[in-house]
């Protein structure tokens, strides 16, 4: 059975690393330089850093040259996230050297545009699926966008290559994952997933590795490693173990 990939999280507000709760502008808690938190999981044996640029996010500006700057000093593969809704945030995500880049809003919002970059980017690609209950959350998941399977039979038929799925009741509050959440969307989708929102324990982490024949390829971690529930390379080590 393949190891569920992990992705420590840097989500960056007026050019701080924060953590939310359920994603509310208002609610963060500040751990300082992002670039100092992305080096710190790049030497604990992270593969992956998932960049989050929160202002983006909510239009309420951006951080984008620091965002090249995190992504620019990885070795490591970067998902980023935030505010990519049209031709230009797209090339300037894709200009850091990303690996990944999510959307959000815009699959909500403009469809044509998303299966258009889907259609040139390939896997370069993923659909960011933030839920409350079954419905779509899109601007910084302050607006309701449609109905969550009704969104992925579009996707999947217009070759979305991954989606991140994150229960915002869960994000941010250590509560632990939405397992029937993502065990419903893998069964939706031939295409794999990755877990966002909750993680709060190794517990959790394993309990999401046994969704890897499901299809759960990833699991995102912020909260948790900022409040030091555990360390990266123990979840490291427990996910290689499950
Ligand atoms: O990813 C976004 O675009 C986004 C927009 C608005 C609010 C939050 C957003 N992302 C949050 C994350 O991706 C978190 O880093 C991730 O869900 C980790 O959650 P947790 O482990 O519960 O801290």
Redesign the pocket.
């Known amino acids: 059975m393949s190891t569920l990939e992990l992705l420590p999280?840097v989500?960056v507000r007026d050019g701080q690393a924060v953590?939310?709760v359920h994603?509310e502008s208002g609610s963060e808690t500040s751990y300082g330089s992002p670039l100092e938190a992305a080096l710190a999981w790049q030497r604990s044996g992270a593969e992956w850093l998932?960049l989050?640029d929160?202002d983006a996010?909510?239009g309420t500006g951006d951080n984008r040259e620091l965002i090249s700057e995190v992504a620019g000093a990885m070795d490591i593969k970067v998902e980023l996230?935030?505010?990519i809704r049209d031709d230009a945030s797209l090339a300037a995500a894709l200009a850091t050297g990303c690996t990944r880049v999510?959307l959000?809003t815009a699959a909500l919002e403009t469809p044509e545009w998303v299966a258009k970059v889907i259609a040139e980017h390939g896997d370069k690609i993923a659909v960011?699926l933030?839920v409350r209950g079954t419905t779509l959350r899109g601007r910084?998941?302050t607006r309701d966008g449609g109905d969550l399977y009704e969104t992925l039979e579009r996707l999947n038929s217009e070759g979305c290559a991954r989606y991140v799925v994150?229960d915002i009741a869960?994000?941010?509050?250590?509560q632990g994952p939405n397992l029937e959440l993502l065990r419903n969307v893998c069964a939706a989708t031939d295409r794999p997933v990755v877990a966002?929102?909750?993680?709060s324990s190794l517990d959790d982490l394993r309990a999401i590795s046994e969704l890897v024949p499901l299809g759960v390829e990833g699991a995102?971690?912020?909260?948790?490693l900022y409040a030091k529930a555990f360390t990266l390379e123990e979840a490291l080590a427990a996910v290689a173990s499950s």
């Open positions: 999280a989500d953590r939310l994603g998932h989050v929160l996010a909510f996230s935030g505010g999510n959000g960011g933030d910084g998941w994150t869960k994000d941010g509050t250590l966002s929102g909750g993680v995102i971690v912020g909260k948790a």
